[in-house]
Nanobody, 123 residues
Framework: QVQLVELGGGLVPAGGSLRLSCAAS????????MGWFRQAPGKEREFVAA???????YYADSMKGRFTISRDNAKNTVYLQMNSLTPEDTAVYYC?????????????????WGQGTQVTVSS
């Protein structure tokens, strides 16, 4: 069974940093595009960042320069380093996997999703 497990969420002050991780199992990790999305209360799920199986990276404009996505294929893990956090970054962050995905910004393209991890940024 495919499993995506997010870790690293928590409560941080504005301006702080967190690193999220997503460990994948049950799939050939290196052949999947891995994405991060987030959903705040009352809002639609929003694209955050993605890294393709060829290691190309994509970011939402509001996160570029603050967030960094990376992957370690040997560990079947994708990471999201988040810096300069603001209260507007408060959301549940989800990891997703798309087999050789060609549209990494589109949530509907992804095949598998993790359970999410809560990130709360206090002011």
């Amino acid at each position: 069974q495919v499993q995506l497990v997010e870790l690293g969420g928590g409560l941080v002050p504005a301006g702080g940093s967190l690193r999220l991780s997503c460990a994948a199992s049950g799939l050939t990790f290196s052949t999947y595009c891995m994405g991060w999305f987030r959903q705040a209360p009352g809002k639609e799920r929003e694209f955050v960042a993605a890294i393709t199986w060829t290691s190309s990276t994509y970011y939402a404009d509001s996160m570029k320069g603050r967030f960094t996505i990376s992957r370690d294929n040997a560990k079947n893990t994708v990471y999201l380093q988040m810096n300069s956090l603001t209260p507007e970054d408060t959301a549940v962050y989800y990891c997703a996997a798309d087999y050789r995905g060609g549209s990494p910004r589109i949530a509907g393209e992804y095949d598998f999703w993790g359970q999410g991890t809560q990130v709360t940024v206090s002011s």
